[in-house]
């Protein structure tokens, strides 16, 4: 998985609780980026960050909070979990280097239930 | 206009059979097509990707058509084979790293 590590990979927790997912990197790309996967929905973009501090809102970043203190890690915070934040979350990286410059690698995703 | 319209929803070819997933859009200031695989259990992993200024792109077994006028674009596996059955999405993007992408296709290949 392109040297993209997420934890935990399995999560179960109550309403209300506050959940911490965090995304590894050992690429050193720029540009990370958090999705959650629903059913009918594909991809949908949480947040992403184009560098240390800087991050950005997706389409579905209400009660969703990140943030990115080293190149390597980037957490995505759930503030206050609530059933409908019950999905499977992917962390992304892509670089300007190679390819197409767009490439996206995905992590292995974390499975979150929320009860 | 930022919507990516992907159909089928699933779809259940024969092994040796071709598969044909479609995608259609309405900005046409994307610039950058890709469709990834993603395999139960695993992150999705880019398969091939094309630019608005070719009408096709060929890897292999796979190949993208594009149509620019009519704003869709295809992805087409030749003799498709069971490992092939996975779930995949295309998307677009406009000369940045934010990806729209579709709502994915399960694709079942029958042996």
């Known amino acids: 998985d392109a040297g993209i590590t997420q934890s935990p990979r399995h999560k179960v927790t109550e309403t209300g609780t506050p959940v911490t997912l965090r995304c590894h990197q050992t690429?050193?790309?720029?540009?990370m980026y958090w999705y959650r996967q629903d059913p009918g929905h594909g991809l949908r973009l949480i947040h992403y960050s184009y560098g240390v501090k800087d991050t950005d809102k997706g389409e579905v970043s209400d009660g969703y909070s990140v943030s990115r203190s080293k190149t390597e890690d980037f957490l995505l915070t759930l503030e206050s979990a609530t059933s409908s934040q019950t999905s499977v979350y992917f962390c992304?990286?892509?670089?300007?280097?190679?390819?197409?410059?767009?490439?996206?690698?995905f992590g292995p995703g974390t499975r979150l239930t929320v009860l | 206009q930022q919507q990516v319209k992907q159909s089928p929803q699933s779809l259940i070819v024969q092994k040796g059979g071709i598969s044909i997933i479609n995608c259609a859009y309405e900005n046409t200031a994307f610039d950058y097509f890709p469709w990834y695989q993603q395999f139960p259990g695993k992150g999705p992993a880019l398969l091939i990707a094309?630019?608005?200024d070719v009408s096709e792109k060929k890897e292999g077994r796979f190949t993208i058509s594009f149509n620019k006028s009519a704003k869709q674009f295809s992805l087409h596996i030749m003799d498709s084979q069971p490992g092939d059955s996975a779930t995949y999405f295309c998307?677009?993007?406009?000369?940045?790293?934010?990806?729209?992408w579709g709502a994915g296709t399960k694709l079942i290949i029958k042996p």
């Open positions: 690429e050193n790309h720029r540009y």
């Open positions: 094309i630019r608005p």
């Open positions: 998307a677009a993007s406009i000369g940045n790293y934010q990806l729209i």
């Open positions: 992304a990286i892509s670089s300007v280097e190679g390819g197409l410059g767009y490439e996206q690698f």
